[in-house]
T-cell receptor, first 113, second 113 residues
Framework: EPEVTQTPSHQVTQMGQEVILRCVPI?????FYWYRQILGQKVEFLVSFYNNEISEKSEIFDDQFSVERPDGSNFTLKIRSTKLEDSAMYFC???????????FGSGTRLTVV | AQSVTQLDSHVSVSEGTPVLLRCNYS??????LFWYVQHPNKGLQLLLKYTSAATLVKGINGFEAEFKKSETSFHLTKPSAHMSDAAEYFCVVSDTSYDKVIFGPGTSLSVIP
C-alpha cells in the first residue's frame, strides 16, 4: 500500500535555529497537509496545500512557518527560528480528491533544546 | 464547522473482552470519518474509514465501526481485546472531500491481562 514518507524520524535542534521537515506524499495525491501533536495533546491542523499554494492555515501557522513543494515529490515544512514550544511530533498527510486516500506519515519528532 | 467528541479519555478492559470506544461528531455535510491508532512513540495508523458507502465499516486487526447519522456517532468496537491493542485511539472527521481533518482528543485504551 502506498505510504507517506517523512524524514528525519527525530530531529534535535537548538532554540533559534531553522529546521526543515521533509515529506514525500503519495505520488498521485494533490492535497498536502501538516499537523502537529504536542506531547500528551491532541493532533492539531497546521496547514493545507494545493496547486502550489496554501489553501488553509490555522492560527498556529504564523510567520515562523512556511511550506514548499520544491519539486514534484517533496513537501517541506520550515520553521525559521525554533522555540521551545515548537517541540512536538509533526505529521505530514496527503489525500486524493475524494479523501478516500487520506494518509498520514509516521511523523517527525522535533525536539528544541 | 466540524467537531469530534470522544466521550472517554481512558478505557480499561480485560484481555479477551469486548472493546467499545465512543465517538460523536458534528458536521455540516456528509462527513468522512476515520479511526486512527497511535502506539507509544509511534505514528498514526489508519484503522478504518467511512466515506458514505456501507454504514458498518470493517477495519484492520478485527476492529469495526458503525456510522449512525441519527445519533451522529461512529463508535469503534472489537469483540475481543488483545494486549497489543493498548494504545491511543483518535476519532477523526472531515467535512469535505479534500479538507483538513479534525481530530478528537483521543481515548487511551488499556488492556489488562
Amino acid at each position: 500500500e502506498p505510504e507517506v514518507t517523512q524524514t528525519p524520524s527525530h530531529q534535535v535542534t537548538q532554540m533559534g535555529q531553522e529546521v526543515i521537515l521533509r515529506c514525500v506524499p503519495i505520488s498521485n495525491h494533490l492535497y498536502f497537509y501538516w499537523y502537529r501533536q504536542i506531547l500528551g495533546q491532541k493532533v492539531e491542523f497546521l496547514v493545507s496545500f494545493y496547486n502550489n499554494e496554501i489553501s488553509e492555515k490555522s492560527e498556529i501557522f504564523d510567520d515562523q512557518f512556511s511550506v514548499e513543494r520544491p519539486d514534484g515529490s517533496n513537501f517541506t515544512l520550515k520553521i525559521r527560528s525554533t522555540k521551545l514550544e515548537d517541540s512536538a511530533m509533526y505529521f505530514c498527510a496527503s489525500s486524493d480528491q475524494n479523501n478516500y486516500g487520506y494518509t498520514f506519515g509516521s511523523g517527525t519528532r522535533l525536539t528544541v533544546v | 464547522a466540524q467537531s469530534v467528541t470522544q466521550l472517554d479519555s481512558h478505557v480499561s478492559v480485560s484481555e479477551g473482552t469486548p472493546v467499545l470506544l465512543r465517538c460523536n461528531y458534528s458536521s455540516s455535510y456528509s462527513p468522512s470519518l476515520f479511526w486512527y491508532v497511535q502506539h507509544p512513540n509511534k505514528g498514526l495508523q489508519l484503522l478504518l474509514k467511512y466515506t458514505s458507502a456501507a454504514t458498518l465499516v470493517k477495519g484492520i486487526n478485527g476492529f469495526e465501526a458503525e456510522f449512525k447519522k441519527s445519533e451522529t456517532s461512529f463508535h469503534l468496537t472489537k469483540p475481543s481485546a488483545h494486549m497489543s491493542d493498548a494504545a491511543e485511539y483518535f476519532c477523526v472527521v472531515s467535512d469535505t472531500s479534500y479538507d483538513k481533518v479534525i481530530f478528537g482528543p483521543g481515548t487511551s485504551l488499556s488492556v489488562i491481562p
